[in-house]
């Protein structure tokens, strides 16, 4: 059975910093696709940044040069290191694992405060 768990979130003034840990288990974690989504009060889940099997990253651009997402497949965990967060940051963020079907977490609060 396929299980993510994001942890890491929290209350954290402009300019500071989190890290969100996402716990994968019940599938192979290094052969799939794994990526950050958030979703705004009262917008759509979008996609934040993305990592391959091979380690290949990308990122929408509103994060770039202030996020950074990487995988320890020993630990079957995805990361989120988080910098400079602002305001607009704000939100649930979910893991995502890309196996023949979607599968999600159950999300992690980020709340910054201006």
């Known amino acids: 059975q396929v299980q993510l768990v994001e942890s890491g979130g929290g209350l954290v003034q402009a300019g500071g910093s989190l890290r969100l840990s996402c716990e994968a288990s019940g599938f192979t974690f290094s052969r799939y696709c794994m990526s950050w989504h958030h979703q705004a009060p009262g917008q759509q889940r979008e996609l934040v940044a993305g990592?391959?099997?091979?380690?290949?990253?990308n990122y929408v651009d509103s994060v770039k040069g202030r996020f950074t997402i990487s995988r320890d497949n020993a630990k079957n965990t995805l990361y989120l290191q988080m910098n400079n967060l602002k305001p607009e940051d704000t939100g649930v963020y979910y893991c995502k694992a890309t196996l023949l079907r979607d599968s999600w977490g159950q999300g992690t609060q980020v709340t910054v405060s201006a």
């Open positions: 990592i391959g099997q091979s380690g290949r990253i």
